[in-house]
């Protein structure tokens, strides 16, 4: 399903209600790359919205699989991951992402984040995992939170494989912040 949230950003939601979002502000970038058991309707109606060849930059809020998933479709595009995550990924590909067929797919150059990424602000923000960050777009007040934080005010889990739990509620207090007008979360929880 595709959602149009603002004039300059869409939201792709997969059946597992997995996000990847398109957001054009003079470079085109995607936040998360959904799962790719969702490929088909990913490519058929993501692929209207934006032309995959032309993405400059690829942020991943985390490396699990459900969010990396379509990362093959933007053949031109730079792929950043943050250096702690890219560091869990090194250490141990499988627990990382948590599947192992992605985790053989997935073998890419990843840079790591800056502190800001196309006029967005890098907020770090363990927890989910030692390496999950979450990003402010700040001129329209967009929070993207990765699996950190969700619309509910639900918190994403802190028990997997490179999960930091005893981070988790420093990063929360870190959020709250942003006074965000639109959440902009990993899932549609
Ligand atoms: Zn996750």
């Not at 939601?13 to 790719?36: C, F, P, Q």
């Not at 400059?56 to 730079?78: C, E, M, P, Q, S």
């Amino acid at each position: 399903m595709i959602t149009r949230i603002l004039p300059n950003l869409w939201r792709f939601t997969g059946t597992d209600k997995s996000n990847s979002y398109y957001l054009d502000v003079g470079e085109k970038v995607i936040i998360d790359a959904g799962n790719r058991s969702d490929r088909q309707e990913y490519v058929a109606l993501f692929g209207k919205v934006v032309d995959f060849g032309s993405v400059h930059k690829v942020i991943f809020t985390h490396l699990h699989y459900d969010h990396i998933g379509n990362f093959d479709l933007f053949k031109n595009a730079k792929l950043f991951a943050s250096a702690e995550e890219i560091a869990e990924l090194d250490n141990n590909r499988a627990k990382a992402i948590m599947d192992e067929n992605m985790a053989e797919k997935f073998k890419v150059k990843l840079y790591p984040l800056p502190s800001e990424i196309a006029g967005l602000e890098v907020i770090k923000t363990p927890g989910h995992t030692r390496g999950s960050v979450c990003l402010w777009y700040k001129q329209e007040k967009v929070l993207f939170t990765g699996d950190t934080l969700f619309g509910k005010k639900m918190l994403g889990r802190t028990d997997l494989p490179t999960s930091a739990p005893g981070m988790i509620n420093a990063s929360i207090l870190k959020l709250v912040e942003y006074n965000y007008k639109i959440l902009a979360g990993g899932h549609e929880y």
